[in-house]
């Protein structure tokens, strides 16, 4: 990880001489000859880091990474204190021209020394290194022994939208069959529980799913749940997961419950309908002690189906279980499942090169054991490579045990193959990966959040960038080579923000213990948990010495033992932490407690996220960290990535952070701080010139600003959210040349909505007719129009344009009444016919529509299905107060994901055959007086999920299957895979 460490410091120390060259001019010379020294002593690193095990190479390597930091620190506390001389022509100069202080001169020749000491230091461990034999590269005589990548660092350049995968599912075929016979099986032998056993990576959990998403299965259970058991698991936790998902409209209710109301409440749920409940990975027999009160198995309509690596779990759990121990890959199946990750477009190879790979390819499975989940990741380090097959393979004998043995030795061969794959990574990406194991167990990172957290740590190359491309999109690049070499799971996004592109990421179990593993043994960051804090107030191994990163998870439970046991955590150096993250784990926000730490002395952080907290007013304090809010953060003048839970209060401190490329402010906003001294007295965001990403809060209490917020000076920024135009300035919006995304709000004012889309109109305009413009609309703009008063005249204009819209309006929300969408195309320019009207939508970019209390009593339907870019329609509570919907046969050509909720009046909807061809996911949430579902569902071959949510019972009684029963109207929908009807309880 050393090389990884040194590569990303380089780029960074680059960055800063290209971008800060007018305030690093006079000390250029010698930040180049650190650059010098970091390469050369890079050179060494690979073969030390495959030589970490012998305790010299060990020592050298630690030194190396210090040294490494200590150069990055050095540079920008000089260039921080530079900045603060800027006017007067630079510190150097200053001191030339006679006009420098004492302090001053004493600080330059303090930095002098200070990087020299810095370039000894490297320059004596290269001789280190030489001492020891460790070979450089240069000697070696070429550049990589990885053979995975023919140059190191060289990324493959793979997108969200360029990552395809096929189809990974081999060898369980006949096993989802009969697992699938017995959970629908209702016969007086059947079993009440079936149990999943084997070892880590032989895919339980993959197995597991594509039964749970069964079509039979979804058929014949009413009730659903699946909950994955965290190695930290809670039984109060558990057991409210299962509940809501049986029960989704009681959630509130559900949250406050204790564990003895939960499981009663689940015994009356099982006992009302057949359910099938999963539990994912249960790792011991206490998981299921502490709640198996929940689950009558030997006399209930519901059934079990569970995973785990324990099969003492089975017998533990029911003596009439149905256990089933997956077997290992043949090996021609193992084959099978290389070609398709390895090969899955081999059409364009020869038949020579397609015999010649499958020779290496089946030899190399031998290694795999049988086990999919090394197989898969094996095809990860070949897919980038498939004509490298041979190097691979005998780069990968080097690395791994061969032949097979009791499940200790497989276990042992899977992560041999896991530590190879990560060896194999490109340099830059290891560190990526590595950070992913900051996260809880089980969690969905969201990724635009991990993005920018990579490059407030500077592990984002700006070497790798491409023309025209943004750090953004490298770091985009980044994730779909890891999701490539399957080393990451991904969601995709379907809103019109992430349409195409990752949503969010997460770990397999044994991925994540491996990049534990690995963390651990290099120092790369600490996971604090206040339970076992709090047992040892004064445990000796919070000595972070050496750690750079630290989270800490805490819950509500937490706090109550803590008020009065305040935990110290110790520690040596401060200087070194450069992220502290805080994450709150409970379902609710506390007011959490003082713990120890005064942030303030943590002056070189790049990272600082308080997620899940809720501050006091006066005093911001968590459950790890004191932040005194007129001092602390006016401090931390290296932050990168600044994300708070909290009060305003801290919102005029933030000026000072220079560097700050990330603002999340999560929070409500108090009146009384947008009126004091320090919010009016001065553009706050202007002094952040680097910022780039910026999360405004959406809600606000009683009272406006006397002065509204300015974004003057944010040439750089690229995402704005929690725009409100009731205290945010508009007119700065045309200034922000370089936005990608735009998500305002406007509330109680017409006057604002019609500024807002002059605007749009503006920087469309000048993007379009401007010759060399640097202007241009954002690619994502979001508009949530909240109680505007768009009933009257005005607001049909304005409405028109809306739907119309050239100006990447991609989401629009609506809440609030409206004139009949009709209307709007009522006056025919040129006596045109009405639809022929409609059809001027046809520009129209909008992919996401919500309305709520609208009001509308006619058909909003021949509008909205003209969209042709429409994907997500939602219309909500009282958004159409008519009797009848009618969706035609050419309408809703995008349409992936439709909601009806709260329409009161609707009794009949019609889908005309080829209408809403694409539709997956419907949702109709208490509309109790709708008859029927339409004909018209039948011909929706995309469709896998009907949602039926507080129906009327004889809408509900027509379409679910009773005791091997079919409704009526069962037959609209017998072809979807999911059909979930809640009905009340």
């Known amino acids: 990880m050393a090389e990884a460490i040194v590569l990303t410091v380089v780029g960074r120390l680059t960055d800063l001489l290209a971008e800060e060259a007018h305030l690093l001019n006079e000390v250029r010379d010698e930040i180049e ?51 603060s001389h800027e006017t007067n022509g630079g510190l150097k100069n200053k001191v030339r021209r006679g006009l420098c202080g004492v302090d001053e001169f004493v600080y330059h020749h303090r930095f002098s020394k200070e990087i020299k000491h810095v370039q000894t230091g490297l320059q004596n461990l290269s001789s280190w290194f030489r001492s020891l034999n460790v070979v450089s590269t240069l000697d070696q005589g070429r550049e990589s022994s990885s053979s995975s990548d023919t140059a190191p660092c060289k990324l493959k350049r793979f997108y969200s939208y360029a990552v395809v995968e096929p189809d ?152 009439k279980c149905f256990l089933h121990e997956p077997r290992l890959l043949t090996a021609e199946q ?34 795999c054991a049988g086990l999919p989940l090394a197989i898969v990741v094996f095809g990860g380090v070949l897919v980038t490579k498939p004509t490298f097959i041979e190097k691979v393979y005998y780069d990968s004998l080097s690395s791994l045990k061969r032949g097979a043995g009791l499940e200790e030795n497989y276990q042992r061969q899977v992560l041999d193959i896991l530590v190879w794959s990560y060896n194999a990574l490109p340099t830059q990406l290891k560190l990526c990966f ?9 969690e969905d990172i969201e990724v635009e959040t991990l993005y920018q957290l990579w490059i407030a740590e500077g592990m984002v190359l700006s070497s790798d960038k491409s023309r025209g491309e943004t750090m953004m999109e490298v770091a985009e690049s980044y994730m779909g080579e890891l999701v490539h070499k399957s080393m990451v799971q991904v969601k995709f996004g379907e809103d019109a923000g992430s349409q195409g592109k990752f949503k969010s990421c997460r770990l397999h179990d044994l991925m994540r213990d491996l990049s534990l593993s690995i963390a651990k043994e290099e120092d790369f960051f600490k996971t604090i948990n206040l339970q076992k804090l709090n047992d040892n107030p004064f445990d000796p191994s919070l000595e972070l010495t050496l750690t750079r990163q630290v989270v800490v998870y805490s819950d509500a439970e937490m706090h109550k033992s803590i008020k009065d046991n305040p935990i110290h955590v110790n520690i040596a150096n401060k200087r070194r932490l450069r992220s502290l993250s805080y994450v709150h784990e409970s379902f609710t926000r506390t007011t959490s407690r003082e713990l120890g730490w005064n942030v303030a002395n943590f002056r070189l952080l790049r990272v600082f996220s308080m997620e899940g907290v809720v501050f006091d007013i006066k005093a911001v304090s968590c459950c790890l960290v004191h932040i005194n809010p007129g001092s602390a953060l006016d401090n931390l003048v290296h932050l990168r990535y600044l994300s708070l839970t909290t009060d ?52 606000f209490y009683a009272g406006l600003p006397r002065e509204k917020l300015r974004f003057e000076g944010l040439s750089k920024l690229e995402t704005l959210e929690g725009f409100n135009t009731s205290w945010c300035e508009v007119k700065d919006l045309i200034k922000l040349t370089n936005l990608r995304k735009l998500t305002v709000h406007v509330r109680d004012s017409h006057e604002d909505v019609q500024e807002i889309l002059t605007y749009l109109k503006a920087i469309a305009t000048n993007s379009s007719s401007t010759s060399g413009s640097t202007t241009s609309c954002p690619p994502y703009v ?33 809440n609030g009444a409206i004139p009949e969408l009709l209307s709007l195309f009522e006056q025919k320019p040129q006596q045109q016919d009405l639809h022929d009207h409609i059809d001027c939508l046809s520009s129209s970019l909008i992919s996401t529509m919500t309305l709520s209390r609208s009001r509308l009593n006619h058909d909003p339907m021949p509008v909205l299905e003209k969209l042709p ?23 809703f050509p995008q349409l992936t994901h439709l909601e009806l909720c709260q329409l009161d009046e609707l009794e009949k909807w019609e889908v005309e055959e080829g209408s809403i061809p694409n539709l997956s996911y419907l949702l109709i949430h208490q509309s109790r007086r709708l008859q029927e579902l339409p004909e018209g569902l039948k011909f929706l071959k995309h469709l896998q999920k009907v949602h039926l949510q507080y129906m009327s019972k004889d809408l509900s009684d ?18 979807v895979p999911s059909l979930v009807v809640d009905v009340d309880v």
């Open 434 to 442: 590595l950070y992913l194991g900051k996260f809880k167990e089980d």
């Open 334 to 367: 193992s084959w099978e499942l290389l070609r398709l990750k390895a090969l899955p477009k081999s059409d364009h190879l020869d038949t020579k090169d397609l015999k010649e790979m499958e020779k290496w390819g089946r030899e190399m499975v031998q290694n």
């Open 958 to 975: 027509r379409v679910r299957v009773v005791n091997g029963d079919q409704g009526l109207d069962f037959y609209k929908v017998a072809h």
């Open 33 to 83: 000859q650190v650059v010098t020294e970091l390469k050369l002593l890079q050179t060494f690193l690979r073969d030390a880091d495959s030589r970490i095990n012998e305790e010299r190479v060990r020592t050298g390597v630690s030194q190396v990474r210090e040294l490494v930091y200590d150069a990055e620190d050095v540079v920008e506390t000089f260039l921080l204190k530079a900045s």
């Open 648 to 699: 305003f209060e801290v919102f005029p401190c933030i000026q000072n952070l220079k560097l700050l490329q990330t603002l999340k402010l999560q929070a409500d906003i108090f009146t009384d701080h947008l009126n004091s001294p320090a919010w009016m007295s001065t553009n706050i965001l202007a002094k952040l010139k680097r910022l780039q990403h910026l999360y405004l809060p959406w809600a």
């Open 168 to 319: 990974l599912f081999v060898g369980f075929e006949n096993d989802v069959v009969s697992l699938v016979g017995h959970l629908v099986n209702e016969r007086d032998d059947c079993y009440p529980v079936i149990f999943i056993c084997g070892m880590g990576g032989l895919g339980k959990t993959t197995l597991a799913t594509k039964i749970y998403n069964h079509v039979s299965v979804k058929r014949h259970f009413e009730g659903m749940a699946w909950v994955t058991i965290l190695q930290k698991w809670q039984p109060k936790a558990v057991l409210q997961r299962i509940l809501i998902s049986l029960n989704p409209k009681k959630i509130e209710e559900i949250l406050e419950m204790e564990v003895e109301k939960l499981v009663e409440s689940l015994l009356q749920v099982q006992q009302r309908k057949n359910c099938l409940i999963v539990l994912d990975d249960i790792w011991t027999t206490d998981v299921w002690d502490s709640i198996k009160a929940a689950f009558p198995t030997e006399s209930c309509r519901s059934k079990l189906l569970l995973t785990s690596r324990n099969v003492d779990v089975a017998a533990c759990v029911n003596s």
């Open 782 to 814: 979001s508009l949530h129009i909240d109680k505007c008063r768009l009933q009257w005249q005005s607001g049909r204009d304005i409405l028109r344009q809306l739907l119309r819209n050239q100006l990447n309006l991609c989401a629009l929300s609506i």
């Open 869 to 891: 870019m429409l994907r997500i329609l939602k219309l909500k509570i009282a958004s159409f107060v008519g009797k009848k919907m009618k969706c035609s046969a050419t309408g």
